[in-house]
Nanobody, 113 residues
Framework: QVQLVESGGGLAQPGGSLRLSCAAS????????ITWHRQVPGKPREWVGSSPENSATFVAGSVNGRFSLSRDNAKNTVYLQMNSLKLEDTAVYYC???????WGQGTQVTVSS
């Protein structure tokens, strides 16, 4: 059974950093695209970034220059490094495996002073 488990969320101050992890099981991420999304209650889920099977990654304009993606294929894990956090980054963050149409359970990120 394919599963994604996010971790690393929590409370951060504006300007702070967090690193989210998305650990896959039941499949290998080695040749797969994984994406990150976030959602605020009452709003649609928003794409944050993509980690394709090759080295290039992509992030949304709203987080460009602050967020970055990386992966450790040996650990079957994709990371979302979030720096210079802003209040508006507060959301539940999800990772997604398009090939299997599997979402993780989400991890809450709260940015507050």
């Amino acid at each position: 059974q394919v599963q994604l488990v996010e971790s690393g969320g929590g409370l951060a101050q504006p300007g702070g950093s967090l690193r989210l992890s998305c650990a896959a099981s039941g499949t290998t991420i080695l040749h797969q695209l994984i994406t990150w999304h976030r959602q605020v209650p009452g709003k649609p889920r928003e794409w944050v970034g993509s980690s394709p099977e090759n080295s290039a990654t992509f992030v949304a304009g709203s987080v460009n220059g602050r967020f970055s993606l990386s992966r450790d294929n040996a650990k079957n894990t994709v990371y979302l490094q979030m720096n210079s956090l802003k209040l508006e980054d507060t959301a539940v963050y999800y990772c997604y495996l398009p090939r299997s149409n599997i979402w993780g359970q989400g991890t809450q990120v709260t940015v507050s002073s």
